[in-house]
C-alpha cells in the first residue's frame, strides 16, 4: 500500500499561472518534507513542517508557498511560475526530525512543466 | 556544505563490485544513502551513525568514519536491479533538522 502518495503524478503549467501539488501520507508521521530535484541533481529542500511548525529554507524563493492544514496532507503552492521552476517534487515523510535517526519516506513526485 | 560523491559515474558487469564515496567538510552525526531509479522517488538504503559503524543489507553494505568525515557504500557482486542513481545524505553534528543530499552517483550495470 502506497505510504505517502502525491497528485498529480504529471503538470504542465503555464508560465506565470498559479499552480498547487498535493502530498498525502498513511504513515501518520510528524514531519512532512517539500524538495525540488532538477535532472540530474540532487533533491534541494524548499521547506517542511514538523507537525504545524513551518521551517523554510533560506534560499527558498517566496514564490513557493505552503500549507499543512491536517496532519496528512501537504500541499506546495508555486503562485507564479517560471521556466526554472520546471522540475520534479518530491514529498517526504519522517516520525522524527533528520537529527534523529528516522528515515525519510518518499512520494512518487509530480513533474512540473511549464509552458 | 553539500557531500562530495565520487565517481559522478559507473559502469559495471552483473556481478563485478562497485564503492562509492561520500565525503563531507562538516563534522557529521549521520549518513543517509538512498537509490533513485530514473523517473521514481528515492528509495531508503540505510542510515549510518556517528561511532564508525557499518551495516549491511544483503550485497549492499556501507560504512561511516566520523574522524575522515566519509561513508562509502558497496555493492557486491552487483545484480541488473542495482542500476539507479546513488545519493548519500548528511546531517551535520548540529543536528540540524534536514538532510543534505550529495549530487548523486550514477550506477549502470550491464548484463
Known amino acids: 500500500d502506497a505510504m505517502v502518495i502525491q497528485n498529480p503524478r504529471y503538470q504542465v503549467t503555464q508560465f506565470g499561472k498559479p499552480v498547487t501539488l498535493s502530498c498525502s501520507q498513511t504513515?501518520?508521521?510528524?514531519?512532512m518534507y517539500w524538495y525540488q530535484q532538477k535532472s540530474s541533481q540532487a533533491p534541494k529542500l524548499l521547506f517542511h513542517?514538523?507537525?504545524?511548525?513551518?521551517?523554510n529554507e533560506a534560499d527558498t524563493p517566496d514564490n513557493f508557498q505552503s500549507r499543512r492544514p491536517n496532519t496528512s496532507f501537504c500541499f506546495l503552492d508555486i503562485r507564479s511560475p517560471g521556466l526554472g521552476d520546471a522540475a520534479m517534487y518530491l514529498c517526504?515523510?519522517?516520525?522524527?526530525?533528520?537529527?534523529?535517526?528516522?528515515?525519510?519516506?518518499f512520494g512518487p513526485g509530480t513533474r512540473l512543466t511549464v509552458l | 556544505q553539500q557531500p562530495v560523491q565520487s565517481p559522478q559515474a559507473v559502469i559495471l558487469r552483473e556481478g563485478e563490485d562497485a564503492v562509492i564515496n561520500c565525503s563531507s567538510s562538516?563534522?557529521?552525526?549521520?549518513v543517509h544513502w538512498y537509490r533513485q531509479k530514473h523517473g521514481e522517488a528515492p528509495v531508503f538504503l540505510m542510515i549510518?551513525?556517528?561511532?564508525?559503524e557499518q551495516k549491511g543489507h544483503e550485497k549492499i553494505s556501507a560504512s561511516f568514519n566520523e574522524k575522515k568525515q566519509q561513508s562509502s557504500l558497496y555493492l557486491t557482486a552487483s545484480q541488473l536491479s542495482y542500476s539507479g542513481t546513488y545519493f548519500c545524505?548528511?546531517?551535520?553534528?548540529?543536528?540540524?533538522?534536514?538532510?543534505?543530499f550529495g549530487k548523486g552517483t550514477r550506477l549502470h550495470i550491464l548484463p
Open positions: 545524505g548528511t546531517v551535520d553534528m548540529n543536528r540540524d533538522d534536514k538532510i543534505i
Open positions: 549510518l551513525l556517528k561511532g564508525g
Open positions: 562538516k563534522a557529521l552525526y549521520s
Open positions: 504513515l501518520n508521521h510528524n514531519v
Open positions: 517526504a515523510t519522517s516520525r522524527g526530525i533528520a537529527g534523529s535517526t528516522d528515515t525519510q519516506y
Open positions: 513542517y514538523y507537525d504545524k511548525d513551518f521551517n
